[in-house]
């Protein structure tokens, strides 16, 4: 207590012991990683052994580099292709929704169309001529109207395709895409 000046001492007085060691502070795989003076051999006669890790462990990290850049070029082609997929499988999907939805146009089209014919019945049948006149003009904004609703009025022709975003392709990735890419 004398000798450090406070009320706590540490345990062990540290003194230097004239012994080196050597150590590689990564660990690699089961590897020896120090190498200290022995009675046996001191560590400048380990030194080649201390280089020979050194380049050993290396040529295993660069084995390692390799392996992982490969591994990650292997999965960005999956994920390519499963894009490539997702993008087709949501082009086909949205195609079929555009077809359904022109159908409905269709059928809704041809009802008015037979309601208009409905109309012009009734309309001939009225007595007063400004009552006919307003009842033609509402029957030509409802033929106008059908007309617009008729997708096979309008040029025919493929949908334009959608933008593939990441919420729009989600549905169709695989599940191990999924869950984050």
């Known amino acids: 207590?004398?000798?450090?000046?406070?009320?706590?001492?540490?345990?062990?007085?540290?003194?230097?012991?004239?012994?080196?060691?050597?150590?590689?502070?990564?660990?690699?795989?089961?590897?020896?990683?120090?190498?200290?003076?022995?009675?046996?051999?001191?560590?400048?006669?380990?030194?080649?052994?201390?280089?020979?890790?050194?380049?050993?462990?290396t040529v295993l990290a660069r084995e390692d580099r390799i392996e992982r850049e490969r591994k990650e070029a292997e999965r960005q082609v999956r994920i390519q292709a499963a894009v490539q997929e997702a993008t087709l499988l949501l082009r086909e999907s949205h195609r079929r929704d555009v077809f359904l939805a022109q159908v409905e146009q269709w059928h809704s089209a041809n009802h008015i169309r037979e309601f208009l014919a409905a109309m012009e019945t009734a309309v001939t049948r009225l007595p007063d001529s400004d009552s006919r006149v307003e009842a033609l003009e509402w029957m030509q904004w409802c033929q106008s109207c059908a007309v617009a609703l008729d997708p096979l009025e309008a040029a025919i022709r493929l949908p334009e395709d959608p933008e593939p975003s990441e919420e729009k392709l989600r549905p169709f990735l695989p599940d191990w895409m999924r869950r984050g890419w």
Request: proline share 4%; hydrophobic share 25%; aromatic share 14%.
């Open 1 to 57: 207590k004398e000798r450090y000046n406070y009320s706590h001492a540490p345990k062990y007085d540290y003194t230097p012991s004239g012994r080196l060691f050597i150590e590689i502070e990564t660990w690699h795989r089961g590897r020896r990683q120090r190498w200290a003076d022995r009675q046996r051999w001191t560590v400048e006669e380990k030194l080649g052994q201390v280089v020979d890790e050194i380049e050993a462990r």
